[in-house]
């Protein structure tokens, strides 16, 4: 396994894989790898002949910086765990190397971020629709890979492809998670014991939304109430959206019928956790 920090290396690389007449799958990370995004590698792998794995915490797309500061960083056993999947290339740059000045032009995201969490995160997106951008540019994949535990990043980066035209196939790949419901997450390794308890709350309120919208349930106002009443109350909980919106374009829906996302974000102490689940009403879709 190559492990490589520079652009100029890595382009060098890849050509010699193209040239080799594969297929180079990208799979974007900020580290602290865990089962989720070996998911991920493995799909990249079966699907590819050539998997790079980028390792980057990207501070364009932090909103607090205290976030961005206590990140875990945890390099070694990442590449560790990236050569036991079979990764051919990891990419783990500097800030310098990507930023190596600041940047003129920017990605704005439009209206597929006006909710969940890019209304409570302001310029989240833009942050991250800009490095994958540019990390399409250096590794020009022909496949990306994308958990769909960060659904609304999902839907940023297919129209980040769609309106300038990238030519990259993007691959959602299903959430995995802990026994008890918790999608795994780099973020977790923050939870104390305690929290770690109270923290699958998040994926049973999800899942109360998901088997009232199975019965009929059509009122998303009275959905989201009898979902977000499902977390307990305690003083380490709160709950910062639950929204049902439309999967495409993330909007709120009006009334629940076809297919709709449950997505959440939960405060877990000082740990925020966001998860989603897809809901199929018994209502067809009336366009
Ligand atoms: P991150 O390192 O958190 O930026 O995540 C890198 C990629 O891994 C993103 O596409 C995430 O959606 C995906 N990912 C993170 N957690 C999970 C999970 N539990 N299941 C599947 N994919 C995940």
């Not at 915490?57 to 990140?71: A, C, I, K, S």
Request: hydrophobic residues 45%; aromatic residues 6%; proline residues 7%.
């Amino acid at each position: 396994m190559d492990v490589i920090e520079a652009v100029a290396a890595l382009r060098e690389r890849l050509a010699a894989a193209r040239r080799a007449g594969g297929d180079v799958g990208f799979v974007p990370t900020m580290g602290a790898l865990h089962a989720g995004h070996a998911a991920l590698i493995e799909r990249a792998r079966r699907e590819c002949d050539c998997t790079v794995v980028s390792i980057f915490v990207n501070p364009l797309q932090f909103d607090r910086p205290d976030d961005l500061e206590h990140y875990p960083r945890t390099l070694p056993a990442d590449l560790h765990m990236c050569a036991t999947l079979g990764v051919d290339v990891v990419f783990a740059p500097a800030a310098a190397e990507m930023y190596p000045a600041p940047l003129s032009c920017t990605i704005e995201v439009g209206r597929v971020a006006s909710h969940l969490c890019g209304r409570y995160r302001p310029g989240h997106f833009n942050g991250v629709a800009t490095v994958v951008m540019k990390l399409f540019q250096i590794v020009q994949p022909d496949r990306a890979y994308f958990g769909e535990k960060d659904a609304q990043q999902l839907a940023v980066i297919r129209r980040v492809v769609r309106d300038f035209n990238v030519p990259v196939r993007i691959e959602p790949v299903p959430t995995v998670r802990e026994r008890d419901g918790l999608a795994l997450s780099s973020r977790n390794q923050r939870l104390d014991p305690e929290e770690r308890k109270l923290a699958p709350a998040l994926y049973r309120a999800l899942c109360e939304a998901r088997r009232l919208i199975a019965e009929g349930a059509d009122d998303p106002e009275r959905v989201r109430q009898a979902a977000i009443a499902t977390i307990p109350r305690d003083q380490c909980l709160r709950v910062e959206y639950l929204e049902l919106v439309e999967p495409d374009g993330m909007q709120p829906v009006e009334r629940i019928e076809g297919a709709v996302l449950a997505a959440c974000a939960l405060w877990v102490g000082t740990t925020r956790l966001i998860d989603n689940l897809m809901c199929d009403s018994p209502r067809a879709r009336v366009d």
